[in-house]
């Protein structure tokens, strides 16, 4: 079956929060992908070019949630990004007892951070997915 692809936007000083969320994904039976695209080079016009090409060709986004995004520009973009394409979205809290505020592109639209909450908005996402796109 064609997995779906699920980028992960975070705020650099979250990094470590991202990669428990995809090692959570590597030690179960994940029928999807985690995409992101760290910032290795300066947040600049090339970096959101290919951005924009990684995000739109995901399925769905999931954003890392802290006190640190609402400052993370790199990370708020990427949200901008993925609503202006069209993509389905949703905030993760990786904090449960000191959240972040929600930042207005994702439209309130948050969760805590649990595997069945993650895995349940995959399972959106695939389902909105066309017949042939997710056999093949």
Not at 48 to 59: F, G, L, S
Not at 81 to 89: F, Q, T, V, W
Not at 106 to 135: C, D, H, S, Y
Request: charged share 30%; net charge positive.
């Amino acid at each position: 079956m064609g997995q779906p692809r699920i980028f992960i936007g975070f705020a650099k000083e979250d990094i470590r929060h991202r990669d428990l969320l995809v090692g959570q994904a590597q030690h179960s039976v994940t029928p999807f992908e985690f995409r992101d695209m760290s910032l290795n080079e300066p947040f600049d016009e090339k970096w959101k070019t290919q951005c924009r090409e990684k995000i739109r060709n995901c399925h769905g986004f999931v954003a890392s949630l802290s006190k640190k995004t609402w400052r993370a520009d790199g990370a708020r973009w990427e949200m901008k990004c993925a609503a202006e394409e069209g993509i389905p979205s949703i905030g993760i809290h990786i904090h449960k007892d000191d959240r972040g505020a929600v930042p207005p592109e994702l439209k309130g639209k948050a969760i805590l951070w649990r595997w069945e909450t993650v895995a349940n908005f995959v399972e959106r996402v695939q389902a909105k997915r066309p017949f042939w796109e997710r056999i093949l």
